[in-house]
């Protein structure tokens, strides 16, 4: 099992900025991508960006030039550095890993921007 937490979400106003982070314990060993996902109310959960134990990262186009994944794979954490924060970035967000094919999510952390 893996435990994803997350922490950093908070209430900020239009062009603000924002540091998310993840923490992973357990069973951490091979893990791969790790992962920011958002969802409002009445919508599908959508991807922020992925990063993979190399360092490949993937953007959503909303948040490219904005947002940026990093990892520290000794402290097991992904981050996510968002600038120039948009009312439209106002979601739950959460961190994802995946794991030999299997998928662990954090609780998620809420992000709410303030035009």
């Known amino acids: 099992q893996v435990q994803l937490v997350e922490s950093g979400g908070g209430l900020v106003q239009a062009g603000g900025s924002l540091r998310l982070s993840c923490a992973a314990s357990?069973?951490?060993?091979?893990?791969?991508?790790m992962g920011w996902y958002r969802q409002v109310p009445g919508k599908q959960r959508e991807l922020v960006a992925t990063?993979?134990?190399?360092?490949?990262?993937n953007y959503a186009d909303s948040v490219k030039g904005r947002f940026t994944i990093s990892r520290d794979n000794v402290k097991n954490t992904v981050y996510l550095q968002m600038n120039s924060l948009q009312p439209e970035d106002t979601a739950v967000y959460y961190c994802?890993?995946?794991?030999?094919?299997?998928?662990?999510w954090g609780q998620g952390t809420q992000v709410t921007v303030s035009s």
């Open positions: 994802k890993a995946v794991r030999f094919l299997l998928i662990y």
């Open positions: 357990g069973s951490i060993s091979s893990i791969n991508t």
């Open positions: 990063i993979t134990t190399g360092g490949s990262t």
